[in-house]
T-cell receptor, first 115, second 113 residues
Framework: NAGVMQNPRHLVRRRGQEARLRCSPM?????VYWYRQLPEEGLKFMVY????????ESGMPKERFSAEFPKEGPSILRIQQVVRGDSAAYFC?????????????FGPGTRLLVL | GDSVTQMEGPVTLSEEAFLTINCTYT??????LFWYVQYPGEGLQLLLK?????DKGSNKGFEATYRKETTSFHLEKGSVQVSDSAVYFC????????????FGTGTRLKVLA
């Protein structure tokens, strides 16, 4: 049973370009969470999605960032017009159910570097 | 607001040494507490958890006790191995309806043979 998959593992972009980060949850999981880890900081929640729905995007920056989790295919975190401050590790996690003690399984992360 | 504070790393130990990684939290309610471990190049893996005060989580020789009176959840292991070298994250989670983790900054552990 494959774990949470993220790609690419490393992404380099120049300022002003777009970054697309993909996350395939574990088989049977329909809940996806995105976290960002800035240098020297802990992981911070960005957004929680279920299939075709954004449940909570309270941690997403108001501009340039968007996320989706379509009926088919991976979840996508999209960053438009990247800036150097977007350089970070972006982690995706998934869970099977939406219950208080449900464990979230994390992917290996995508390291984004903006030049 | 709620937060998690971990001791700064890196922590460097010799094999078979005793490990303590401190974690304290600030919370307005009664969260569950977690330790996650991240091995090089991999995602975070749940190491152990505790859901209420005085609970002890344990796994792979690691232990942590949920101490409400000191708002702490320190990670301990009696005898570390080189394979324990990793980054350790303390976290809390509320049942807020969205199940967001609040993570500490992580503590890097390096165990020397």
């Amino acid at each position: 049973n494959a774990g949470v998959m993220q790609n690419p593992r490393h992404l380099v972009r120049r300022r002003g370009q777009e970054a697309r980060l993909r996350c395939s949850p574990m088989k049977g999981h329909s809940h996806v969470y995105w976290y960002r880890q800035l240098p020297e900081e802990g992981l911070k929640f960005m957004v929680y999605l279920q299939k075709e729905n954004i449940i909570d995007e309270s941690g997403m920056p108001k501009e340039r960032f968007s996320a989706e989790f379509p009926k088919e295919g991976p979840s996508i975190l999209r960053i438009q017009q990247v800036v150097r401050g977007d350089s970070a590790a972006y982690f995706c996690a998934s869970s099977q159910f939406r219950q208080s003690q449900e464990t979230q399984y994390f992917g290996p992360g995508t390291r984004l570097l903006v030049l | 607001g709620d937060s998690v504070t971990q001791m700064e790393g890196p922590v460097t130990l010799s094999e078979e040494a005793f490990l303590t990684i401190n974690c304290t939290y600030t919370a307005t309610g009664y969260p569950s507490l977690f330790w996650y471990v991240q091995y090089p190049g991999e995602g975070l893996q749940l190491l152990l958890k505790a859901t209420k005060a005085d609970d002890k989580g344990s796994n792979k020789g690691f232990e942590a006790t949920y101490r409400k009176e000191t708002t702490s959840f320190h990670l301990e292991k009696g005898s570390v191995q080189v394979s324990d070298s990793a980054v350790y994250f303390c976290a809390l989670m509320y049942d807020s309806g969205t199940y967001k983790y609040i993570f500490g900054t992580g503590t890097r552990l390096k165990v020397l043979a």
